[in-house]
């Protein structure tokens, strides 16, 4: 058996810009959850506007709060109905808990069940900290050649899954996605493992288009000089959250094509409604994604997808106030906490 503390240590954001380490009560188990230790959590932009505005919309951090919800670690204990031979399996964990029984979550969108619980969102702790409990069915099991960082990373990837699961992407779909960071790189790869035989993407950083060239995309345009109308793609994904981006790559868009709103900027954009009517052009947004982790952890373990170039920062558990700065340095994609270190 493996041996656990009672207390840990854990990264607490007291208030806004106000982050240091605590001891704190190692998490009770309910009896369907397992006790994951840490051993990776990508710093998501999430993190980084709790940390520097205290709040996302209506989500307040008005008590101390634990950010981090792009983890990986190792099973350590098991609740009272979960299999104790699941010890010792290293999992990615889907940092969410929908209530199993309403309407949304018995269609199986589970990720719109209006009780969902998820990590580091106010009240709900995350994953900067050394144990987390989560339910058994949204701890997955990584094979080996999966690195701890890309299976803290089978998040964010599951975003771009999402994506192109609504994009409708397959066999030689074309594409355009607006915003070259971690997400739109990770649409890109995603499409790409889809079948699509075109990907566009645009950003404002030339360093960041050429890295998304390297690693996903066939085309990259710099959205300050290049235009994308006239693309007539299939599917749109905006992972920039930029109104000109949305508005351009809709009408960079073919008939019946679909648009797919992922990136988080102003609460309300002007759109191009007679562009969209006269196409039937299918518009969505993305909240998150349900039921991804199986096909985002094959997608790495195949090889079709590489999450560990996005990876430019390690930090350990005491520097997590540096590792929330890191993606501010140009060059810089996804930093990674190791609550172990
Ligand atoms: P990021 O900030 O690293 O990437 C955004 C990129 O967009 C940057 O590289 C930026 O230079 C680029 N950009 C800015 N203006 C642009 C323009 N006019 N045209 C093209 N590109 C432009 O963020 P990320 O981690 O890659 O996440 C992307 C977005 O997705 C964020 O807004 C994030 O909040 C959002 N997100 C949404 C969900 C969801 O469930 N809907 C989940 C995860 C992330
Ligand atoms: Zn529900």
């Not at 199986?108 to 987390?132: K, S």
């Not at 950003?203 to 066939?218: E, K, M, N, V, W």
């Not at 299918?282 to 560990?308: C, E, H, M």
Request: net charge negative.
């Amino acid at each position: 058996p493996i041996n656990i503390p009672t207390t840990m240590r854990a990264s607490i954001l007291r208030k806004q810009g106000d982050i240091a380490l605590e001891q704190v009560g190692v998490p009770p188990l309910d009896d369907d959850q397992v006790l994951v230790q840490v051993a990776a959590v990508g710093v998501c932009g999430s993190d980084v506007h709790y940390y520097e505005h205290g709040r996302i919309g209506d989500y307040v951090v008005d008590h101390p709060l634990v950010l981090g919800h792009e983890l990986s670690g190792r099973i350590v204990a098991v609740g009272a109905t979960v299999d104790p031979a699941r010890i010792g399996e290293r999992v990615a964990v889907e940092p969410q808990r929908p209530c199993r029984v309403c309407d949304q979550c018995r269609q199986g969108r589970y990720n719109l069940c209006p009780d969902i619980e998820f990590y580091a969102t106010p009240p709900i702790d995350g994953a900067f900290t050394e144990y987390v409990a989560i339910q058994a069915d949204f701890a997955f099991p990584i094979p080996d050649n999966v690195s701890d960082e890309a299976a803290a990373l089978i998040e964010p990837l599951s975003v771009g899954i999402w994506a192109c699961q609504r994009a409708k992407i397959g066999p030689g779909s074309r594409v355009l996605i607006a915003g070259a960071g971690p997400i739109g790189i990770i649409a890109a790869q995603t499409a790409r493992a889809f079948g699509a035989t075109e990907i566009h993407i645009t950003d404002i950083s030339p360093d960041r288009l050429a890295f998304a060239l390297q690693h996903g995309a066939t085309h990259a345009l710099d959205a300050r000089t290049d235009s994308v109308a006239g693309l007539d793609v299939d599917a749109f994904i905006d992972a920039s959250g930029a109104p000109q981006a949305v508005r351009s790559g809709i009408k960079a868009v073919g008939p019946a094509g679909r648009v797919i709103l992922v990136g988080l900027g102003a609460d309300d954009v002007e759109l191009p409604v007679s562009y969209i009517q006269n196409r039937e052009i299918w518009l969505s947004g993305v909240f998150r994604y349900a039921n991804t982790w199986p096909l985002a952890i094959q997608l790495v373990a195949d090889g079709k997808v590489d999450l560990d170039v996005l990876v430019t920062a390690h930090f350990g558990l005491s520097e997590a106030e540096a590792a929330l700065q890191a993606g501010k340095e140009p060059g810089q994609l996804k930093a990674v906490v190791h609550p172990g270190r």
